[in-house]
């Protein structure tokens, strides 16, 4: 869409229901959160998918899935396309087919890198210890950073060398070293729900700042 609101592009994603956030990596490719609708329930997945799309051909080039296994389920409390056992609501890209996401049903921050590649590596956790203790990703989880509980962390960012991370329902966003040491801590004046996306920026090329 150009500035006049003028549609120049339509990209069918077909099977695929795109939901809450996206990125573009360094290629420009379209990074985008994704479910899956099929004919059968079982096969069906409900936001634990991620696409790389193409926006120049509209292909899909990837469908990220295979480094998590979701539980065996036949019910749905909310009535989505499949189990919701993981419902990733925000994703954010550093570079170098690295990637920052938020699960809202394990309330954990999940930073993987070569999302990708035949062998994707899961760096780290940020969330609750005791929900991993009996899974094989136990050692995952950071020790180090004590984030607000919030079942929507509403997005994270690493800048300059630092993490920022928003506790959504807590109204409460954080800036925290390397260490897991807490900088700052700010608190937001609710209307009704939660912040939604908190990001740190400097002014370094506006026009103002020039």
Request: glycine fraction near 6%; proline fraction near 2%; avoid cysteine.
């Amino acid at each position: 869409m150009d500035d006049l609101r003028q549609m120049h592009q339509i990209i069918s994603t077909g099977k695929y229901i795109l939901h809450h956030d996206y990125v573009f990596d360094k290629d420009g490719n379209l990074v985008t959160l994704a479910s899956l609708k099929t004919n059968s329930y079982s096969t069906s997945r409900s936001e634990d998918l991620i696409l790389r799309i193409d926006t120049k051909t509209g292909k899909i080039l990837n469908d990220y899935k295979k480094t998590t296994k979701r539980p065996a389920s036949t019910t749905n409390s909310e009535g989505v396309y499949g189990l919701d056992w993981m419902h990733i609501n925000a994703i954010q890209y550093l570079g170098d087919e690295t990637y920052v996401l938020s699960s809202r049903e394990t309330s954990t921050i999940i930073k993987i890198s070569n999302l990708f590649e035949s062998s994707p590596n899961l760096d780290y956790l940020i969330g609750p210890k005791s929900l991993w203790k009996d899974t094989s990703y136990s050692s995952k989880v950071l020790k180090k950073i004590a984030v607000p509980y919030s079942s929507h962390v509403s997005s994270v960012q690493k800048k300059d060398g630092n993490i920022i991370v928003d506790s959504g329902f807590q109204g409460l966003f954080g800036e925290y070293s390397k260490s897991g040491k807490l900088l700052q801590q700010y608190k937001i004046k609710l209307n009704k729900y939660m912040g939604y996306r908190v990001y740190k920026y400097d002014f370094n090329g506006f026009y103002f700042n020039k």
